[in-house]
C-alpha cells in the first residue's frame, strides 16, 4: 500500500518517482511501526525546517527518513556492520539506481548514518540535522513542546504511533541482537544492556589501559 498524495499538518508528503519507490521498500521490508514512525519523522523534520526558515531538499530528506531505520529489518540488516550503516548503504544503493548525484547520496549515506549521533548531526548540512531532530522528538520527545498540539494531533492520527513506548526498545533490540559488538560506542548499548542478562558494554578506559603497547 502506497500513501495516497497527501498535505498533513501543512507538509506536502512528497509523491516523486523515488519517494514513492522508496515508501514502498519501506512497506515491504519494514513494519508498521516503523512505517507510522517514519512517516511522522519527515513531518517532524520537515515542520521544524519550515519554523525555522531552514532550506533542505525535500525529496533528499523523505528518501532519508523512510530508510532510516531499514537496517534493523531482516532485508538489509548484516552480521558485522551498526544497523545505521546497513540502512545507509541501503539507501545508496537505491538512489545509485536512480542516476542521483554522488553529492546526494553521500548526503543521504550521513543522515542515515548520523541519525542516532547527538552532538555530531546537529552540526551537518540540514537534511541531517533534521532527520536527527525529528527521530529524538518521535523516539525520545526531544523539542516535544516546540510542535504545536494541533500539528501533533493531526500528525499522530494520520500516522498513529503503535504503542511506540512500549515496542520501540524490542524493535530495536531484534534489529541487532545477533550482533551487539556493533554497539559499542552508540546509544545502542544501551538498548543491549536493557534486554540482555548480565550484558557487559565494552570500556574505552579500558581499552586504553589494556592496549598492547608496553608503557
Not at 532550506?55 to 540488516?77: I, P, Q
Not at 536493557?194 to 589501559?209: A, E
Amino acid at each position: 500500500m502506497i500513501i495516497p498524495h497527501k498535505t498533513v499538518a501543512g507538509i506536502k508528503i512528497p509523491d516523486s518517482a523515488i519517494a514513492s519507490q522508496a515508501t514502498e521498500l519501506l512497506r515491504e521490508h519494514g513494519s508498521e511501526l516503523l512505517y507510522n514512525h517514519s512517516l511522522r519523522a519527515f513531518l517532524f523534520a520537515a515542520l521544524n525546517g519550515k519554523q525555522n526558515n531552514i532550506r533542505y531538499d525535500a525529496e533528499l530528506l523523505y528518501v532519508s527518513t523512510m530508510f532510516h531505520d531499514l537496517g534493523l529489518t531482516a532485508h538489509y540488516r548484516s552480521d558485522d556492520k551498526r544497523f545505521e550503516i546497513d540502512g545507509a548503504n541501503a539507501a545508496r544503493d537505491f538512489l545509485r539506481g536512480h542516476g542521483v548525484s554522488p553529492q546526494s547520496m553521500q548526503l543521504v549515506w550521513d543522515a542515515i548514518a548520523l541519525h542516532t549521533s547527538p552532538g555530531i548531526a546537529e552540526y551537518k548540512e540540514p537534511e541531517v540535522a533534521l532527520l536527527n531532530y525529528a527521530v529524538a522528538l518521535d523516539v525520545i520527545g526531544k523539542g516535544y513542546d516546540q510542535l504545536s498540539h494541533n500539528d501533533r494531533e493531526e500528525i499522530v492520527k494520520q500516522f498513529p504511533r503503535n504503542d511506540l513506548k512500549k515496542n520501540m526498545i524490542t524493535t530495536f533490540f531484534d534489529g541487532f541482537k545477533h550482533k551487539p559488538h556493533t554497539t559499542y560506542g552508540s546509544i545502542n548499548a544501551d538498548i543491549c544492556a536493557c534486554m540482555i542478562p548480565g550484558f557487559q558494554r565494552k570500556d574505552y578506559c579500558d581499552l586504553i589501559l589494556h592496549s598492547p603497547w608496553s608503557e
